[in-house]
């Protein structure tokens, strides 16, 4: 199933399918956003008293220092285009707010030298060696981003700064400048978008303040295999069986030093943490894709990250240099699947952040990713015993998938039974979906929509599945027909094509967007087949409360273990009155819910008029 999910996105990336609309809970609904405050730049000496020429010594006593204020977590990277040593960039927790500090090594001194305190995040881009950080004026609605470069004597340098204003309605128009000069808003987003270039990071969550891990990213002493498996013991605490999180290992450099791909988990929002070595010492290069898998194509060495959300879509072609970084080869975006294709919007197509037409967005896209690839993030479940065999040198391979036949053997052109053969000769040809006053108008390929003939609800018979994803975000769905008692076709659930199927006839879909307070956590509807009236009905809706993203009103007293996050269970869509409960409780009820149920890959294939015919 989680490979199934990631060729699912790959899938959506090539045809254009997006998200769009979805539900929560009135009691749950929040959109406000807490502003941050000023960044200080001031000269401190935050290092060890004592004298200590060598970065490892000092950065070991700042980051022992720090864990004394609430430190939690820290990140050691170049940003400073191959000159001079890393920098060390560590989160601190100071009640609601995470701070970050910005350290430099002074070789002069052979201390740890502050260079910048910023509340709540700071973002990196690779492409551009550029630092940026973000404020938002909820009095004046004035949102400002700031960019910092490191200098080659290791200052922080302010490049530039931008703002702008959301206007109200009395106010009239959006105003843009740069530094103090008024821009227009063209050239606002062209300014942003020269240096918005190449992979972003935000710096100081890589890695826990453990003592192994500290090891790990700061001597210079261990091998891939003990670092690889240091850093996912770590990572184990944090997850549950439920979440599928899982790891691959892979070689995408060509230095003999393989590089790990670690994923937290297959739902919408998980990324694929991808790490390497750097002279015996671990080093993360940040976190790429979504659904807990990136695609990786060795004939041109690139890595393939990509997401959608809310009908846009977005992604990257990136290669692996020797010297442990990424270098963008080629971007895209679209928002065909938030455009109404009865309005009077055109969707734009963007390559490298200039418009092209739609075909030759498809074609460049294809170019890069129509052929055999990995799917690399869940090969090996994240087990104890798994990263004990990983110390050892010993995981399972990722498997090679050609895009002609990413999915199981499907069936047979002469074995689909007739009824559903005439369903799909009617989509094909009509573009009409039987039993259902759903008609597909915005697919300029009918063929890049898939079917699969199989036993979805293991009542004994093979149903027929349709998905449409090469269309609109609006008309996007998935139609499963099966058989009433007398043998006449039927419709036993139509839905949203982004689900997953269990092996005991349970489905669960996620929500086409998450714009509410689920925040890290993507909302999902349960469906429960009904074998005496042979179809499927609602069971649950799941939702979450994500602290992190929305602070204000967050239900501390349901909270019991502190994380942050607290689920809802509800019996319908606009159930307000249901009460939050904790993990604990949540994983109890997923896991009874699912039974010991596994994930199906169901053997999907393009609707051709070769295959219907």
Excluded at 253 to 281: C, Q, R, W
Excluded at 534 to 557: H, L, Q, R, T, V
Aim: glycine residues 8%.
């Amino acid at each position: 199933m989680i490979k199934f999910i990631a060729l699912i996105c790959l899938t959506a990336v090539l045809t254009g399918c997006g998200n769009a609309s979805g539900s929560s809970s009135s009691k749950q609904e929040k959109t406000s956003a807490e502003p941050a405050t000023e960044v200080t730049t001031e000269e401190v000496q935050d290092g060890p008293s004592d004298e200590i020429f060598n970065m490892e010594a000092s950065y070991r006593n700042t980051l022992e220092e720090l864990k004394k204020e609430g430190a939690e977590s820290f990140s050691l990277c170049d940003l400073s285009g191959g000159i001079g040593p890393e920098i060390l960039a560590v989160r601190v927790k100071d009640g609601d707010v995470n701070r970050i500090k910005l350290y430099r090594y002074d070789q002069n001194n052979g201390e740890s030298k502050l260079l910048g305190t910023f509340d709540n995040y700071i973002s990196y881009f690779a492409g551009s060696n550029t630092l940026s950080y973000g404020t938002y004026d909820s009095n004046t609605r004035v949102d400002t981003t700031t960019y910092f470069h490191i200098s080659d004597d290791g200052e922080l340098v302010t490049d530039s700064d931008f703002r702008h204003s959301y206007a109200s309605e009395e106010e009239g128009a959006e105003n843009f400048w740069k530094g103090e000069e008024t821009i227009t808003e063209s050239d606002y987003l062209e300014y942003m978008s020269s240096i918005n270039i190449g992979p972003v990071r935000d710096l100081g969550s890589d890695f826990k303040l453990e003592d192994d891990i500290i090891d790990a990213v700061l001597s210079n002493t261990g091998t891939w295999q003990d670092n690889y498996s240091k850093y996912l013991l770590s990572c184990l605490p944090d997850v549950s069986e439920e979440d599928n999180a899982g790891f691959s290992v892979m070689d995408i450099n060509g230095d003999d030093i393989p590089e790990l791909f670690y994923a937290s988990g297959y739902y919408h929002v998980s990324p694929v943490t991808v790490l390497t070595m750097k002279n015996g010492s671990l080093r993360c290069l940040g976190n790429f894709g979504s659904y807990g898998s990136v695609m990786y194509y060795p004939d041109s060495k690139e890595l393939l990250s990509g997401n959608m959300g809310m009908g846009y879509y977005s992604g990257a072609y990136y290669t692996l240099g020797s010297d442990g970084k990424f270098t963008l080869d080629l971007s895209f975006n679209d928002d065909s699947g938030a455009v109404d294709p009865e309005g009077t919007q055109k969707p734009v197509y963007n390559i490298n952040n200039s418009p092209v037409d739609e075909k030759t967005y498809r074609d460049t896209l294809n170019s890069h990713s129509n052929k055999p690839g990995y799917s690399l993030g869940t090969d090996n479940e994240l087990t104890e015993e798994n990263i004990k065999a990983l110390a050892g040198g010993k995981y399972d391979p990722a498997e090679l998938y050609d895009p002609t036949s990413l999915q199981n053997t499907p069936v047979a052109a002469e074995d689909i039974p007739d009824r559903y053969k005439q369903i799909l000769s009617k989509f094909y040809y009509s573009c009409q979906l039987d039993l259902t006053p759903i008609e597909i108008t915005g697919s300029n390929n009918i063929s890049d929509n898939t079917f699969a003939v199989y036993d979805v609800d293991c009542d004994g018979k093979d149903e027929l599945i349709i998905n449409v994803t090469a269309t609109s975000m609006a008309e996007m769905v998935t139609v499963i027909y099966g058989e009433d008692s007398s043998g006449d076709v039927k419709v036993e659930l139509l839905t949203a094509p982004f689900y997953t199927v269990y092996d005991n006839g349970n489905i669960e879909v996620d929500d086409s967007h998450n714009q509410g307070i689920s925040g890290r956590f993507w909302p999902y509807t349960v469906y429960h087949y009904d074998a005496s009236s042979n179809d499927y009905k609602f069971y649950k809706y799941i939702s979450a409360w994500d602290k992190e993203m929305y602070p204000e009103g967050f239900p501390e007293e349901f909270d019991k273990d502190g994380d942050g996050m607290v689920y809802y269970i509800n019996a319908d869509y606009v159930d307000s009155n249901v009460d939050p409960v904790d993990s604990d409780v949540f994983d109890k009820w997923r896991s009874d819910e699912r039974n010991g149920a596994m994930p199906v890959n169901i053997p999907t294939q393009n609707i051709t008029e070769d295959v219907i015919s």
